[in-house]
Nanobody
């Protein structure tokens, strides 16, 4: 299973941060899997942002819930992330990850900087 994050590396404050995770080697609608977005701000630990399961049901970090939306494009086998009203505190490396009973699968991560 391979995951690849993509999206703009620079976002202006107050804009929406949008990222896409393209999955290969597994069907994102497979009930064995759930898919997650995680980020790591500079000098800080990993922060779970939210997850989506095979049915499309989502779950979010309460601290980000009002600004975060995770969805999927099943025809492209992609999981998407939108974070509205971005601030410089949202500057981080963003990872998508997949989990199934066999293990965990991570993308390489993508740096997103929020700056004017």
């Amino acid at each position: 299973v391979q995951l690849q994050e993509s999206g703009p590396g620079l976002v202006k404050p107050s804009q929406t941060l949008s990222l896409t995770c393209t999955v290969s080697g597994a069907d994102i609608t497979n009930s064995d899997f759930f898919w997650t977005w995680i980020r790591q701000p500079p000098g800080k630990g990993l922060e779970w942002m939210g997850s989506i399961i095979y049915s499309g049901k989502t779950d979010y970090n309460p601290s980000l819930k009002t600004r975060t939306s995770i969805s999927r494009v099943t025809a492209k086998n992609q999981v998407t992330l939108q974070l509205i009203s971005a601030t410089p505190e949202d500057t981080a490396v963003y990872y998508c990850a997949g989990f199934d009973p066999s293990g965990r699968y991570w993308g390489q991560g993508t740096q997103v900087t929020v700056s004017s």
